[in-house]
Structures are given as C-alpha cells and as structure tokens.
C-alpha cells in the first residue's frame, strides 16, 4: 500500500459512512464490549435485528462498537437519527429493546424511562 | 434491500384495538396493494403511541404526519389523498402532533464531558473494521512518520510531549526508546503489555477491545523509531474478545499493506504477533513477561542489564503498555505542543481510570492528569451510594495505597502523588463508604498476594504467608498489640529484600492503611480480660 491509497481508503470509507447514514434514517450502535456482552448486549442487538426485520425498517440500521467505560450502565445503546439529539439508553435487556424499537425507532417516542442521557 | 419510500404505522394497543384498529390496518393494506403500491409503502404495526382517546391513530412517514380518529372508510380516501398525491388528508390530521424528545435528563457522571486522547475511538468506532479506523484519521499519524520524519524526529517529538509510561513506573516514553535506538543490536522488538492484572482494573481493555488498530498503530510508530522489525501483544488469557479483535485487526491491516513488507511503500518493515497470557500476576512485569514470552516460567530477571539493551531473546526491547501505546498515533499526528496541553507541567496527558466500589456509577473514565480524588469519585462517579460518606479509595489495585480524606485533594499525576505515584498506572480507583472494613480489604489483598507469590525467593515467600496469619487474626478480632508494627516491618523487609515487585509492592498498602486507619486496625486487637 502508498500513502496515496491510505488517502484514497479514508476518503472511500468517509463517504461510505456517510452514505449509510443519509441511507438511514435512523442507525442504532450496540456497545458490544466484554461489560457489554457480560450484561446481555448479544441478546439485545439480537433482538433489535430480529424486530427491525420483522417490522422490515428497511431505512434502520444496527452497528456494533467497543465499550464507552460506563460499565455500570451496560448493556448500553445509542440511537443517532439526522438532527436529532443522540439519545443514549442504559441497562437494556430484550424486552426493552421491543419497547425501544415500537416507541422510538418506529413512532419518534424516546422511552424515557431507560434514557440515560440526550446530547 | 427493497426501497421502502413510505411507511405507514399504526398504533395497536388496548384503546385502538377497541376502536377498530385491526379493519383500518386490514383496510389499509387491501388499498395500498390495490393502489399497486405494495413495493414502495409498509404498513406496521406499534405498540401505543402515546395518543388516548382519539380513536385509531395512523403515523405516516417520513413525513411525521399524526392522523387520528381513523375508520375503515377513511382508507381509500387517506391512501389515494397521501400515499399516491402526497397530499396530506387535513380533516383527519392531529392538529398537534405528540412532543418528541421531551425527556428527563438524568445526570450520570461518567457521561460528563471527558477529554479523550487514548479511548477517543472506543465505544464509538465499529472496532471489527478497519475502514472506520481509518475514516477516524486512523493510520495517519504512522503515514505522517515514515514520510516527513526520520526515527530520531519521532523520538524527539515523543520525549518533547512528555509522555511516562502508563504502566506504573512512569518511566519517561522517549527516553526508553531513545535507550533501545541507540542500543547497537540491529534486531529488536517492540512488546505491547497487555497483560492487565491489577484487581479492579480494566481500562487496557477498553483500547483493546475497542480500538485495536490504535495499538497496532502505536506499535507500527514504536517500531519505526526504535529501529524493530517485530512487535508482540501479550494480552492477559482471559481476555478473549481483546485477542479476537487484536487478531482481526493484524489480519485486516496485513491485508491492506499497513503490517508486512515496506509499510507505505518505505523501508520499513513491522509484523507484530499475539500472545496469550496464563493468568499469572507477576506476568504484568515487564522482565516476567519476556521469560513468558520465550516460553519459560515468568519469573522477573535480575536487573539491570533492563530490556532495552538485553530483552526478548537478549536483544534491546521495549516493553510499553497499551495505554501508553494507544497515546502514540496522537501525539505524533497532533504534535507534542497539542499533547502537553492535556494535564500538568510536569504529567502531560490524560490517564484513564477505573471506578468501582462504592460509587454511584462505577465505571471507567479518561480525565487529564492531575484531576483530583474528590473530583473524579464526585463529578464523574457520581458520589457515594446510597449518600453515604467517603471513608477511603484503594488506589492502583492491589499493589495500591489506601487513600484516606486528607488525599481528595490532591492532584492525582505522577509528581504530586509523591510515594504514591505507583498507584497511578492501574488506574483502579475502589472507593469505600464509611461501612466498609479496612481490616477486610486488607485481608483480601494480602491473601492476594499470598496466592500470587511464585515462592522463588524467601522474603515473598515466607512474607506472605506470615502477613496472611496476621491479617486473618486482626479480622477475627483475635489481634494482638505488635500486629500491627509486625505488619509494617515484614512488608518493609520484603520491600527491601523482595527479588521482584510483587513482593516489594506490598508496602504500600500496608503502610498506607496503618497510615490513615490506625485506629480502626487497633480496634481489632483482642481486649485483654478485665
């Protein structure tokens, strides 16, 4: 590889995370670190593909990514949607991944009762 | 993946049930498909969306248009008028669609606003793809290196930044490669110590697990100016998803050119390689962990010759830990001016830490070098449990110091923390409240340390073993009088006469509890009979 290619790799991958976001309307990140998985992230990005596919939410994605440190919050996610504060939710479990993916994902409704913060 | 243009939902709980919301879905789905808009438009069902009493309520997007009140017969109408026209049906459009984002704002400490240098990346890039690293400005800074700066530059540039070794000895980063350049061996590598074991402690994992190619980018850099061809990751054995992700991102940045021959079409070539830890503590240490490496019992060597003139199979090495690692590709892509503005004078920087014990919300943070005690347990762990008070922090895990009240206010970096600085590489901070039992904690350490003990030499060896008799007499309030200057004189014996540092750690959390709970300790004394 040249340093060229390196450039031509960012630029590549820059526009392809943008473009999966434009093509989503709402992308959710699953932290899928040791707390996390120890807490049930598995069982909760799971769950929220299985619902997603069901509800066929062509426009919504899932992604994965390492632990934040606030470990006595896991399993933590967060849900970015096109300007829109970031809401983050906390101590997820499957149940509340449905209730997440009915009231917000699809009807726009944070559940405020698992937010553990907004920004 | 079909492109849905248009979804429709709509709100199936108990009221809407009552009011007919399965014949209005029925309906819908019957007029979208005869309007032979099936492909383009989903019809799904909700749970409620928060309107009561208004009847079946539908929710078109992407237009966030609410419509209530809905009947069977209104279908037709509602899928002709807006799904096919794109004109709203007004008569039946909630006037004042329900308030989104109207939520309570928590505050939980850990998500205050932390500078992040090391875990800039973790918890927000996917750590399975190499793409996002790179989209992440990731693999610029070792670019930036192998084409506009010789191995002397970057050398000087991280000796500028004055960045200590993460790890606990705080040993001055360039300095240490400077030592490995100069040494006259042409074969030399680069070890990531991995191998996290101080109790309570988990902040290697965080960049491991969620940023592996910073590291592999810190070793790349590492390599480059010390003049190594090879690198080895000893990560800690039970850390399994670390080695996953570390072995997925070698994988990935081989195929990509970044590990291999001629790295960026430059002379140099680097591979690194992993290998597993078995769960011994002592592994952590640096001389330990080349015995392991070269497949032998980790027992420390004698220093010096140190390993940077006389390492891994005798050839100049450095050994640097993964946060350390992880500040690299900053400090050489933003410069040592940026980095020197994170912390104090004299501990540039930021140093991660793990909170637990009794704190509101345990976890880990990145805080500049410096912070205070009291605002790390306050501001970011979010207090006490339950209200409670402060009694005391053990510091740096196992091998850390008892802080007591009079230490929340001084700023935590390698300078002011004087004796304690040690403390300060783990990164553990376990907080206690005020019903917590030093003589409990301090059982459990040296119990630890018993366990840990390899029994090479005698002063660790029979050190142990006699502190744990003590410490468990004290914690059956069976102690006696010259326990506690017992404990003190064997711990300072095995600190001046250990081989290694686990024996010679011990001290510091004897003489730092006896130092602030004297009194508590006493307490466990059994009263003579009166």
Redesign the interface.
Known sequence: MKLEDLKKIREKAEKDIELRQKQARIRIVVGMGTSGIAAGAREVIRTFVDEIAKRNLSDVIVTQTGEKGLASQEPMIEVYEEGKPVVVYGNMDAEKTKRVVAEHIVNGNPVSEYVIEVR | ????RS?V?I?IDAGTIMAGARAVEEALVKEIASQGLAEEI?V???????ITGRGVVV?V??E?IYYAGVTPNDVPELVEEHLLKGRPLKRLMLAEA?K???????K?G??KEQPRVV?R????????SI??Y??A?G??AI?KAL?SMTPEEVISEVKSSGLSGRGGASFPTGLKWEFARKAPDPEKYIICNADEGEPGT?KD??IL???PHKLIEGMLIAGYAVGAQKGFVYIRGE?T??TERMEKAITEAKA???LGAH???SDFSFDIFIMKGAGAYVCGEETALIESLEGRRGHPRNKPPYPVTEGLWGKPTIVNNVETLANIPEIIKNGATWFKAYGTEKCPGTKVYTILGHVA??????TEMGTTLRDIIYEYGGGIKEGKKFKGALVGGAAGAFLGPDMLDVQMDFVNLKEYAAVLGSGAILVMNEDASIVEMLKSVLHFFKHESCGHCVPCRLGTAQLVEIVDRLAAHEGKKEDLDKLLKISKVMRDTSFCPLGQSLYLPISSALKYFKDEILSHVKQAAS
């Open positions: 993946m079909n492109m849905v979804h939902l709100s989903a799904l069902e909700t749970g409620s969306i928060g929710v997007y992407p966030g329900p989104r984002y109207v939520i309570k704002r928590e939980t850990l998500l875990l990346n973790s918890g927000i890039i996917n750590p399975e793409d996002e790179i989209a400005q693999y610029e670019a084409t988990f994992r965080l697990e969620g940023d850390y998803l670390s990509y050119g970044l790295i960026l079409d919300t345990p976890g880990l943070i990145e």
